[in-house]
């Protein structure tokens, strides 16, 4: 599903929303946001542990260029777990949309998938979420709230919860690869072969074709890492 240019709310803020010891969704959400904007071209509402209000975050998100966002969360008590997507209630076509992404992310992670949902209030067509409903009002084209399984599920191996999960989100929406400098692009090349850096440097000065082809070589490479 290709919604444009995607943004990733991390929810909360630095220490917002403890679980088992130690595990605070605020923070773990914003480590999400920040591997998901290392792998791909995307933006994200925060990259602290500043709180934002929630009209802020659609109203960034815009400000940025971006189509659609997903906020980043996961859920409490410990008796709801499992992925549960919230999705606008003006928007019924998004729905076939957010059940498909929940079933990867929970098949990702390991959880059950719990549904694509609508919240409204009691006139059943406002949207309850302020994150959704100001997302909306921002201009974007849709929100999604999604829930990673609870703060108890999502503390269990959260590093390989998050990457799971960030190669889904890259395949799902489609997202471009990070744009990349040449010297990042060497980097990348260099891991992978496990030679020195340096070995690459020299040919640039030969070809000015070299560098562009070094940087796409690269990006590819990553896409065939995610499995693209
Ligand atoms: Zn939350």
């Known amino acids: 599903m290709y919604f444009g240019k995607m943004a990733f709310d991390p929810g909360h803020y630095a220490g917002a929303n403890l679980g088992p010891a130690g595990y605070y969704e605020g923070d773990a959400m914003l480590q999400f946001g920040l591997e998901l904007q290392k792998a791909y071209d995307c933006f994200l509402t925060r990259t602290t542990g500043k709180d934002l209000d929630l009209k802020q975050r659609g109203l960034l ?23 549960i997507i919230f999705y606008p209630v003006s928007r019924p076509q998004d729905k076939p949309v957010a059940e498909a992404l929940g079933k990867e ?4 992670m390991g959880l059950t998938f719990r549904g694509a949902k609508t919240r409204t209030f009691s006139d059943g067509k406002t949207d309850y979420y302020g994150v959704i409903r100001d997302g909306l009002r921002a201009g974007l084209k849709t929100v999604f709230i999604v829930e990673h399984g609870s703060h108890w599920e999502f ?12 190669e889904v989100y890259g395949k799902f929406f489609e997202m471009p690869a990070k744009e990349m400098t040449y010297e990042q692009a060497l980097q ?10 340096g070995y690459w440097a020299v040919r640039k000065d030969i070809d000015r074709w070299f560098e562009k082809f070094v940087i796409d070589l690269a990006k590819g490479t990553l896409r065939l890492k995610e499995g693209k």
């Open 61 to 83: 998100a815009k400000s940025a260029g971006c189509d659609a966002m997903i906020s980043l969360h996961t859920n409490a008590p410990k008796e709801a777990s499992g992925v």
């Open 105 to 108: 992310l929970a098949k990702a």
């Open 155 to 166: 503390a269990v191996n959260t590093k390989a919860k998050i990457a799971a999960c960030v």
């Open 188 to 197: 990348v090349l260099s891991d992978m072969a496990g030679i020195s850096v």
